[in-house]
C-alpha cells in the first residue's frame, strides 16, 4: 500500500477570502517540518492535504506533523481507485491490519464528497460494513460485530474527486493557526514551567517569537542557561527556528540590590526587564511581547504589580496564561514536552535575590521613589550590548 497521510484544518476553512493565506503558511510549515525526513509528494484538496510519502518512515512524518500548529488532526491512509470492487479489497485489507483482539467490534462511517460516485454516504457505509462482515470472519462466529454506538475500531471513507481514501486513526494536532500568519513578537523566557506555555499558546495562535532569556553569572549557572535554550528548542519543534536573546543581567540585579529598597527588589527587576525586552522587541521588529504571567501566582503577579511594571513600556504585552491555575498549565507544559526540563533545579534570576518580604501591591508614585538612584538608562545599555544571541532549532 501507498504511504500517505491525510492533514486535516480547521478554524483555517474559515477565513474566507483571506483563506489561501493561511492555507500557504500551513503548507510552508509543513514542508518545512519535515524536508529532511524523505521525499514524499505534497497534494491539497478542498480541506485536506494529502503527503504521498516516496519513502521514508511513515511514523517519523507522523511524529513531527503532529506537533505543527494549525493542524487539527492526522491520519495514515490507504488510497484506493475510485472504483468498489477496489474500494472492498482495500477496506478488508486495513481493517485486517488495524485489527489487533478478537472478539472485536466495528462501524463504518462514509464521506462522499465527489457525488459523481455511484453509491451515496449511508449505502456506502453499510455494503462496506456488510461485505466486511462476510469475508473478515473466516467461518468463525462474531469474531467481527457490527455497533454503531461504541465500536472498538471505526472504518473511515472518504470519496473524493480523484480517489478513495481509508483509514481508522485519528491522532489529534494542536489546532489553531499556522505559526507565520499572526505576526511576531518576543516572548520571556525563564527556565519554569510557565513561560514556554506561553510561548506555544502565541504559536497556536500563528504567532512566530523569538526569545529572551536574562542571565545573572556566577548567581545562576552555565546549567540554567542550557536548561532555557533545551525550552527554546523543544519550542522550536512547534515553531521552527527561535532566535534566543541571552542577555546580561548580572550588573542590573546588584545595582538593585545596592540601591533600591528590598521590597521593590522584584517589582524594578521586572521594570528592568520589560525595558531591555522592548529595545531588543524593537530593535528586532517584534510586534508585541508575550510572559507567562498568570493572575497572582507570584507578587509580581498581581493587578496592582502587573499595571506598575507596564508603565515602563508602550508594546503591547500577550499574557496567555493570564487566568489559568497552576494544575491547568502543568497540564499544557505536560502535553507540549517542557514540563520535564522546566522543573530541573537550575535556578533562574528571578529566584536570586527574592526579598523575605516583596511589595504585593505596589504604587507607582512608591516605586518611581524606589529605583530614583537606579542609573536605569546606563544599566540597560551596558546589559543589551553583552546580550549574546543563540539560533535555536530542533534537530
Not at 267 to 285: G, K, V
Not at 356 to 380: H, M
Request: net charge positive; aromatic share 8%.
Amino acid at each position: 500500500m501507498e504511504k500517505t497521510i491525510l492533514v486535516r484544518y480547521g478554524e483555517i476553512s474559515l477565513k474566507g477570502k483571506n483563506r489561501s493565506f493561511f492555507e500557504q503558511q500551513l503548507i510552508k510549515n509543513i514542508k518545512s517540518a519535515i524536508r529532511e525526513l524523505g521525499p514524499y509528494q505534497l497534494e491539497q484538496t478542498y480541506g485536506r492535504i494529502f503527503i504521498h510519502i516516496e519513502s521514508g518512515n511513515i511514523n517519523a512524518f507522523l511524529s513531527r506533523l503532529k506537533l505543527i500548529p494549525g493542524i487539527v488532526s492526522i491520519s495514515p491512509v490507504v488510497v484506493a481507485p475510485l472504483d468498489y470492487s477496489e474500494l472492498e479489497k482495500a477496506a478488508l485489507k486495513i481493517m485486517e491490519q488495524a485489527v489487533v483482539k478478537y472478539p472485536a467490534s466495528f462501524k463504518v462511517e462514509s464521506k462522499r464528497a465527489n457525488k459523481k460516485f455511484p453509491l451515496k454516504s449511508p449505502e456506502i457505509s453499510r455494503e462496506i460494513g456488510g461485505y466486511l462482515l462476510n469475508n473478515f470472519n473466516n467461518g468463525e462466529q462474531n469474531r467481527l460485530t457490527v455497533d454503531l454506538h461504541r465500536p472498538d475500531y471505526t472504518l473511515y471513507i472518504e470519496i473524493r474527486a480523484k480517489q478513495s481514501y481509508l483509514y481508522t486513526k485519528i491522532t489529534a494536532g494542536p489546532g489553531g493557526l499556522p505559526v507565520g500568519s499572526s505576526g511576531r513578537g518576543l516572548l520571556l523566557l525563564s527556565g519554569g514551567i510557565d513561560s514556554p506555555v506561553a510561548g506555544w499558546l502565541g504559536m497556536k495562535r500563528g504567532m512566530q517569537f523569538d526569545a529572551i532569556y536574562f542571565h545573572s553569572p556566577p548567581y545562576t549557572s552555565d546549567r540554567a542557561k542550557e536548561k532555557v535554550t533545551e525550552l527554546a528548542r523543544i519550542l522550536s519543534r512547534y515553531s521552527g527556528k527561535i532566535n534566543l536573546f541571552v542577555n546580561y543581567f548580572t550588573e542590573i540585579q546588584q545595582a538593585i540590590r545596592k540601591n533600591c529598597p528590598p521590597p521593590y527588589y522584584i517589582t524594578i527587576m521586572r521594570r528592568m526587564m520589560l525595558r531591555i525586552a522592548t529595545t531588543i522587541a524593537r530593535n528586532n521588529q517584534h510586534l508585541v511581547l508575550l510572559t507567562g504571567e498568570s493572575i497572582g501566582q507570584v507578587a509580581s503577579q498581581t493587578l496592582e504589580s502587573i499595571n506598575v511594571i507596564n508603565q515602563v513600556t508602550n508594546l503591547a504585552i500577550l499574557r496567555p496564561l493570564i487566568t489559568m491555575d497552576k494544575t491547568e498549565i502543568v497540564s499544557l507544559a505536560r502535553e507540549i514536552g517542557t514540563y520535564d526540563t522546566s522543573i530541573l533545579p537550575y535556578a533562574d534570576c528571578c529566584t536570586i535575590f527574592v526579598p523575605e518580604n516583596p511589595v504585593i501591591r505596589p504604587g507607582l508614585a512608591q516605586t518611581l521613589q524606589a529605583e530614583k538612584d537606579l542609573p536605569v538608562e546606563e544599566l540597560s545599555t551596558k546589559s543589551i550590548e553583552k546580550t549574546e544571541l543563540l539560533s535555536i532549532v530542533e534537530n
